[in-house]
């Protein structure tokens, strides 16, 4: 059975930082694609990063770019998002997906709300004050 758990969310204060982790089990992460996701109620869930697997390669939207980092531990199969510089704006549910196909991983197409991940987490809350 495939799970991935995310942690590290929590509450900061803008300008602040914060590194979540998801850890998967069920399947060997190395060259999938895995990517962070996040949703504030009532708005449409939002790619944030998104990283092919065993290369390291990676693609990030346009609101967290030069911010946040995604990057891989594959000797522990766990999938980081380094978020530096936060902002108000960046609260939400984070969320880690994965898929098994690497096919346009490395696109927007990965980070568009109707993406398909065939696998989810349940999610942690980041909250960034001013």
């Known amino acids: 059975q495939v799970q991935l758990v995310e942690s590290g969310g929590g509450s900061v204060q803008a300008g602040g930082s914060l590194r979540l982790s998801c850890v998967v089990s069920?399947?060997?992460?190395?060259?999938?694609?895995m990517a962070w996701f996040r949703r504030i109620p009532g708005k449409e869930r939002e790619g944030v990063a998104v990283i092919f697997t065993g290369s390291g390669s990676t693609y990030y939207g346009d609101s967290v770019k030069g911010r946040f980092t995604i990057s891989q531990d594959l000797a522990k199969n766990t999938v980081h998002l380094q978020m530096n510089s936060l902002k108000p704006e960046d609260t939400a549910m984070y969320y880690c997906?994965?898929?098994?196909?690497?096919?346009?991983?490395?696109?927007?197409?990965?980070?568009?709300?109707?993406?398909?991940?065939?696998?989810w987490g349940q999610g942690t809350q980041v909250t960034v004050s001013s």
């Open positions: 997906a994965a898929r098994t196909s690497g096919y346009n991983c490395l696109s927007w197409l990965s980070l568009t709300p109707s993406a398909n991940f065939a696998y």
């Open positions: 069920g399947f060997t992460i190395n060259s999938n694609c």
